[in-house]
């Protein structure tokens, strides 16, 4: 199984950018799917995550109605629309597969990563 994230990059405080990950070796129709991020020096955090459905999304707090998570499962693929970005959320983002009952906001619940994509942004 592979996931292959793409589309991050510099930008300016207030840019957007829109994440793709490409799932392979895994059909993510019936799959919840994730996104989180992770700056220098500090834990993986929970950014978004989105029902296999694509009706049911889950944001963290601080990117609520700035960030857009969704999903094509005819392309085996997943989004992250990211408007009004912030400097302090320069960081490499990774997508998930989510396999557990357990909380959709926990890293540990998720057992496929990809490698995932830097995001920078500057002030």
């Known amino acids: 199984v592979q996931l292959q994230a793409s589309g991050g990059g510099l930008v300016q405080a207030g840019g957007s950018l829109r994440l793709s990950c490409v799932v392979s070796g895994l059909d993510i129709s019936s799959i919840r799917m994730g996104w989180f991020r992770q700056a220098p020096g500090k834990k993986r955090e929970y950014v978004a995550s989105?029902?296999?459905?694509?009706?049911?999304?889950s944001y963290e707090d601080s990117v609520q109605g700035r960030f857009t998570i969704s999903r094509d499962n005819a392309k085996n693929t997943v989004y992250l629309q990211m408007n009004s970005l912030k400097p302090e959320e320069t960081a490499v983002y990774h997508c998930?597969?989510?396999?557990?009952?357990?909380?959709?906001?926990?890293?540990?619940?998720?057992?496929?990563w990809g490698q995932g994509t830097q995001v920078t942004v500057s002030s």
């Open positions: 998930a597969t989510y396999y557990t009952s357990g909380s959709f906001s926990r890293a540990s619940s998720y057992n496929y």
């Open positions: 989105i029902h296999y459905s694509g009706r049911l999304k």
